[in-house]
């Protein structure tokens, strides 16, 4: 059958799907991938930008440098989605296509929590771009690390900014003249893995980091510096570091493809209710963490569908629902989870202890990527 492929957002999951597909079926891919941005940045590397470890420029890996056989990227903003007819409309151009695959990820949803626009947030490279020139003038007083709502992108995150943040005003000798509390809408750090949260709830006691659970940030009051909580609560602050609500992106919305507030996929072959269309990543109801691993795992499984479609070489394989994500512990050191969600009947993650060997394994798991999609 005919094979014209559009894969909407150049993430973890358009990336390698667009690698995958290119690698499979070469000049005949036919694939158009389509991203607003100019640049891919690893979510982890915000992290890095925003405790001075990397600069934001350093850690943009421009799409010029994405050449697969097979394959166009374009720089366009997608403006309306049409499932049925497997149309998208963008900025600059009107697309249709066979096989229509939405990786557009999770948008920050601002205005649901009041007072956040005025605020800091490090999820977005802005944000974390802005905080790297703020954090070193930060000296005393409590620092609230805020999550506003669930769910939210790699999820260790917040705990890996606590501990970090902790590193940071030791080493400027102002560590004894703050404090820092870190508020969560979970049970615990990293619900599926009781051993990697029993680890990081440890590493918070042993730091003084009054850990919040089962609470969510309603709103911020940047004038009064007051954070208050879903229970009714409030916590004063110096400094807050928010993580947003997430959100689909209004183009997704008003598609009719969200339903509950992402898009409903069978959770093992990603294909949603639409013929021949699919969704990945962020954007994906699948039960399964918002992590770029889990969308690259999610990619492999649409690539050999759509090449079974096309080709009718091979079986499709299924979404394996499993991942593995390195965790910032401070010191230079980095744990690992290994979570799996559909092999046995409920979710698991087996945790590894923090050590300078496991940083390593990151830093092959980001130098494999950059050299596989960008040839950097």
Known sequence: MSGRILVLGAGFGGLELATLLSEALGDDARLTLID??????????KLDVMFGRATL??????????????????RETVTAIDPVTRRVTTN???????????ALG?????????GLDRGNE???????????????????????????GAPYKCPPAPSECALMLHDLLTARGVRS?????????????????????????????????AFIPDRRVASVDPARRIASLDDG????????????????????????????????????????????????????NTGTPKAGVFAEAAAKAVATSLVSHIRGEREASLYSGAGTCYIEFGGGRVGRVDIDFFSGPKPTGAYHEPSAALRADKERFSASRRARWFAL
């Open 36 to 45: 607003k941005s100019d640049a891919f940045v690893f979510g982890f590397a």
């Open 57 to 74: 420029e350093a850690a943009r890996l421009p799409y010029a440098s994405f050449i697969k056989p097979g394959v166009r990227l374009l």
């Open 233 to 284: 609560g409030e916590l004063s602050y110096e400094l807050f570091l928010g993580v947003p609500k997430h959100r689909a992106p209004a183009v997704v919305e008003a598609s009719g493809m969200a339903e509950a507030g992402w898009v409903t996929v069978n959770p093992r072959t990603l294909e949603t209710k639409f013929p021949n269309v699919y969704a990945i990543g962020d954007i994906a």
């Open 92 to 102: 600059a151009s009107v697309h249709d296509c066979d096989f229509l695959v939405v």
């Open 177 to 209: 003249h703050c404090e820092i509390a870190m508020v969560l809408p979970l049970p615990s750090p990293v619900p599926p893995s009781p051993d990697t949260s029993k680890a990081l709830v440890a590493a918070f006691a042993e730091r003084g980091i």
């Open 122 to 148: 490090f999820y977005s490279t802005v944000g974390a771009d802005r905080l790297r020139e703020v954090l070193p003038n930060f000296s005393k007083g409590r620092v609230i690390v805020g999550v506003c």
């Open 106 to 114: 999770a948008d920050y949803d601002f205005a649901a929590t009041p």
